[in-house]
């Protein structure tokens, strides 16, 4: 894909829209971040080839933003873009209600159990509210946590009492 000449604004904008399309969360590659609805806004001023990028983390704490914000500084700069700035924005703050329908598909297939519907922050689970999670293999909705951390720190560890087979759960706060 070739982004020059660059100077029709809307073309501009949609280009960095596809690039961003493209880009996937370090932890989780079948997820882009469009799934995952962290890009809050993209604006470009096409003359100066610059680009400029709002995103919410799924959470403060999680390692893996760091590792987005240069995936995506990178990919537009070798798209053709001179001057990208990646701004953070942490308020209205993600929850997993912002996870797309496709976003949560991907899970399922990926085997992680995507989170429950209107969980927002997942405090919830935090206070010890469990939420229902159904498992990612059978579809059981007979399962149990096991460990609050699993693989990462956006997962908990969760086990299915039907099959009996463990799997994370995502959980990105
Ligand atoms: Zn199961």
């Avoid at 894909?1 to 029709?8: H, I, V």
């Avoid at 806004?41 to 987005?68: E, F, L, N, R």
């Amino acid at each position: 894909m070739t982004l020059t000449p660059m100077t029709d604004p809307d073309l501009a904008e949609r280009a960095a829209w596809a690039v961003l399309r493209d880009v996937t969360d370090p932890e989780i590659p079948v997820l882009t971040l469009e799934d995952l609805g962290v890009i809050r806004a993209v604006a470009v001023d096409a003359q100066a080839h610059a680009a400029h990028v709002t995103i919410t983390p799924t959470y403060s704490g999680c390692p893996a933003m760091q590792t987005m914000e240069i995936d995506i500084r990178d990919r537009l700069l070798r798209a053709g873009f001179k001057t990208v700035e990646v701004e953070t924005v942490l308020s209205p703050a993600w929850t997993t209600d912002w996870l797309s329908e496709t976003g949560r598909e991907k899970l399922r297939d990926y085997g992680i159990a995507p989170p429950a519907r209107g969980q927002g922050t997942g405090k919830a689970v935090l206070m010890g509210h469990d939420p229902v999670v159904a498992c990612p293999q059978c579809g059981s909705e007979d399962t149990k946590p096991i460990s609050e951390f699993g693989s990462t720190a956006c997962k908990a560890l969760y086990r299915c009492n039907s099959c009996l087979e463990p799997f994370d759960y995502f959980k990105c706060i």
